[in-house]
């Protein structure tokens, strides 16, 4: 499920939640529990999809950086490739 869809679900969640609330008064009524658990889960599968994320972004990062690395273009060649400004010092 992507991110954005689990978001907009937990936002609705907790606007259920804090309507609950205020028309049941007892924040451990079985309704409320069992809405409260579901968002406790889209919030574990959202933190699990964002750390997947940064860990591909890190991985992606890392192989694009060894890829440049270990090519022979001259710097100025990478910075075009790259849209990237180098500097030559002399």
């Given at each position: 499920m992507e991110?954005?869809?689990?978001?907009?679900?937990?936002?609705?969640?907790?606007?259920?939640?804090?309507?609950?609330?205020?028309d049941l008064g007892n924040l451990?009524?079985?309704?409320?529990?069992?809405v409260s658990e579901e968002?406790?889960?889209?919030?574990?599968?959202?933190?699990?999809l964002r750390k997947e994320e940064a860990e591909y972004r890190k991985m992606?990062?890392?192989?694009?950086?060894v890829s440049m690395l270990a090519t022979s273009k001259l710097a100025e060649e990478i910075?075009?490739?790259e849209r990237a400004f180098f500097v030559k010092h002399s």
């Open positions: 991110t954005s869809h689990l978001v907009r679900r937990l936002q609705l969640l907790q606007r259920r939640l804090c309507e609950m609330a205020n451990t009524d079985p309704e409320i529990v069992a968002a406790d889960r889209l919030i574990i599968q959202l933190q699990r992606s990062n890392h192989t694009c950086n910075g075009q490739q």
